[in-house]
């Protein structure tokens, strides 16, 4: 089955500087990698996703990119605040009925101002 | 949209005690699931249903857990007897079984003395 392995599990920045959060996966017939943000009492939210027709995704200050040959991807948050302060966990799937999202073991994002 | 919702938001039970704990998806999505949320394991998948057959249930820990999926609308996971080391965050979440885009309940934190 899949397993995602996901780096740094803790990342500290300065606001206004980027964070870069990095996820390899085993399962080479995955096709989708959302990343969720969790806030402390919350349940995860889907806050980017991308599919592997696509090597790169953007919205706003939250990039994602792809390399399937390698079998990694990385979410890039730039210009960060204060309020970007959260657990982030990547995930892959193959997408196909019947298949789960199988999640890595996050990462904690503090931004200090 | 009220998303999913999950019941109760904490659940402190004395060990050996049997602990329901309760989803209701979003409205039309056919695909369900339920997480475990620890600092040392991350979020584990424990059971997913589709059309509510259960798919895979090989991540629930033991016999002590199990989930029904009566309906389209209602789950249930249920731990009998509870034991300390299953206090843990469990979430359910939903989708589309056609769309990968995953929503999460809010979690019910389970604390077992």
């Known amino acids: 089955g899949e397993n995602v392995e996901q780096h740094p599990s803790t990342l500290s920045v300065q606001e206004g500087d980027s964070a870069v959060i990095k996820c390899t996966y085993s399962d080479s017939a995955s096709n989708y990698f959302p990343w969720y943000k969790q806030e402390l009492g919350k349940g995860p939210q889907l806050i980017i996703d991308?599919?592997?027709?696509?090597g790169e995704k953007k919205d706003q200050r939250i990039a994602v990119t792809l390399n399937k040959t390698a079998k990694h991807f990385s979410l890039h948050i730039t210009e960060t605040q204060p309020e970007d302060s959260a657990v982030y966990f990547c995930?892959?799937?193959?997408?196909?009925?019947?298949?789960?999202?199988?999640f890595g073991k996050g990462t904690t994002l503090s931004v200090s101002s | 949209d009220a998303g999913v919702i999950q019941s109760p938001r904490h659940e402190v039970t004395e060990m050996g005690q049997e602990v329901t704990l309760r989803c209701k998806p979003i409205?039309?999505?056919?695909?369900l699931f339920w997480y475990r949320q620890t600092m040392m394991r991350g979020l584990e998948l424990l059971i997913y249903f589709n059309n509510n057959v259960p798919i895979d249930d090989s991540g629930m820990p033991e016999d002590r857990f199990s989930a029904k999926m009566p309906n389209a609308s209602f789950s249930t996971l249920k731990i009998q007897p509870s034991e300390p080391r299953d206090s843990a965050v469990y979430f359910c979440?939903?989708?589309?079984?056609?769309?990968?885009?995953?929503?999460f309940g809010s979690g019910t934190q389970l604390s077992v003395l």
């Open positions: 995930a892959a799937t193959t997408n196909q009925a019947g298949t789960a999202l199988i």
């Open positions: 409205s039309g999505h056919n695909s």
């Open positions: 991308i599919r592997s027709n696509v």
């Open positions: 979440a939903s989708r589309y079984t056609t769309n990968e885009k995953l929503f």
